[in-house]
């Protein structure tokens, strides 16, 4: 089992920057690709940004790339996700994600694809 647990969220204005983290705690951190996920009101939840267990491969959705970068800590068990140049249709409920991986380049974007999640951080951005 591994227990994930967000922070970070909050209210900002269009341009400003967040960081997101994820902190995890159960079995090995090191041993689990990461992603980001994200639930706007009234919209299916999406993929934001995903990191393979070794921190080398990262994938992003593409209303995000340039803007938002996933990071991870294996140190300190926790995934970040830094947002940057944030717009009013980020706006969501962020949640972040595991699964377990034994390849050290397996990045995963479907939501099916991960066991744990996190109970979400909500992200506001005011125009």
């Known amino acids: 089992q591994v227990q994930l647990v967000d922070s970070g969220g909050g209210l900002v204005q269009a341009g400003g920057s967040l960081r997101l983290s994820c902190a995890a705690s159960?079995?090995?951190?090191?041993?689990?690709?990461m992603g980001w996920f994200r639930q706007a009101p009234g919209k299916e939840r999406e993929f934001v940004a995903a990191?393979?267990?070794?921190?080398?491969?990262?994938n992003y959705a593409g209303s995000v790339k340039g803007r938002f970068t996933i990071s991870r800590d294996n140190a300190k068990n926790t995934v970040y996700l830094q947002m940057n140049s944030l717009k009013p249709e980020d706006t969501a409920v962020y949640y972040c994600?595991?699964?377990?991986?034994?390849?050290?380049?397996?990045?995963?974007?479907?939501?099916?694809?991960?066991?744990?999640w996190g109970q979400g951080t909500q992200v506001t951005v005011s125009s």
């Open positions: 990191i393979s267990w070794s921190g080398g491969t990262r």
């Open positions: 994600a595991a699964v377990y991986s034994v390849s050290y380049t397996y990045t995963a974007i479907y939501e099916h694809e991960y066991n744990y």
């Open positions: 159960g079995r090995t951190f090191s041993s689990y690709a």
